[in-house]
């Protein structure tokens, strides 16, 4: 619990625009986290176009300057949706081989409850806890329906 306090903590902290100024560039931990984002592993960026994204100035690539402080952030909650949307992509590759409760193990494992507390310990608020829809990548998901969801992804045959 302790490590998830500090991530939580951490995830609050920057997910104010004010406080990721320089985090690129930064000379201290931040600074290695964004020499290790620009990796071509990982978002395979120049640290410049990390710096203005986190900073919510950058280019769209199209020739204009946007301003979004909300372009990129971060969210310490757990939602149950997303460990639902994740089984299902397990289950779609056939990486999940049975059908599981998807509901019953997002509870276990999610922890949503602990980051409940955790963030009013920290002063801020969190969340409703539950299951809902939301919008991955382009595609409308409801979790309270995965088998939907992976009927509709799967193709025949």
Partial sequence: MAFYRAIIAASLHVSKP?????MAKAPSAWRVAGRVLSEPQYLNAPEIVLEQVLGGTYADGLGTIKKDARRFDYQPFPHYSAAVWLMTQLRRWNMLKEEIDYKALAEKVM?????VRIMREQGA???V????SEKILGKDFDSNKPQEYLASVRKPG
């Fill in 18 to 22: 004010e406080n990721r100024v320089g």
């Fill in 111 to 115: 922890l949503a409850t602990d980051a």
């Fill in 125 to 127: 608020s969190a969340p």
């Fill in 129 to 132: 806890v539950g299951f809902g």
